[in-house]
Nanobody, 122 residues
Framework: VQLQASGGGLVQAGGSLRLSCTAS????????MGWFRQAPGKGRELVSA????????FYADSVRGRFTISRDNAKNTVYLQMNSLKPEDTAVYYC????????????????WGQGTQVTVSS
């Protein structure tokens, strides 16, 4: 599985961005998908995850209520809608896939995208 993330950019605080991650292959619907981020000098953290068919979602406390994860299995794509962005959301965002949603929840990914930079100015 190859993952291609896009949609990052520079936005002012309070603004919105939508990240997309498109996967190659025909087995996308069998993978749990997640969005991670890594800010300069910090470790990687799980931001949000979604189960194979989208029935179960997870959000980190820091983004709950502001970010929404969704997926379109027909398009092999997972999205992260980010609203009310804050400067502390600035990071490189990575999408990841794992056949076990439980493993994804604890930060384990089988496949990783290349990352997309999100910068939120104050």
């Amino acid at each position: 599985v190859q993952l291609q993330a896009s949609g990052g950019g520079l936005v002012q605080a309070g603004g919105s961005l939508r990240l997309s991650c498109t996967a190659s292959g025909r087995t996308f619907s069998t993978y749990g998908m997640g969005w991670f981020r890594q800010a300069p000098g910090k470790g990687r953290e799980l931001v949000s995850a979604i189960s194979e068919r989208g029935h179960i979602t997870f959000y980190a406390d820091s983004v709950r209520g502001r970010f929404t994860i969704s997926r379109d299995n027909a398009k092999n794509t997972v999205y992260l809608q980010m609203n009310s962005l804050k400067p502390e959301d600035t990071a490189v965002y990575y999408c990841a896939a794992h056949m076990s949603f439980r493993r994804l929840r604890i930060g384990v990914g089988d496949y990783w995208g290349q990352g997309t930079q999100v910068t939120v100015s104050s």
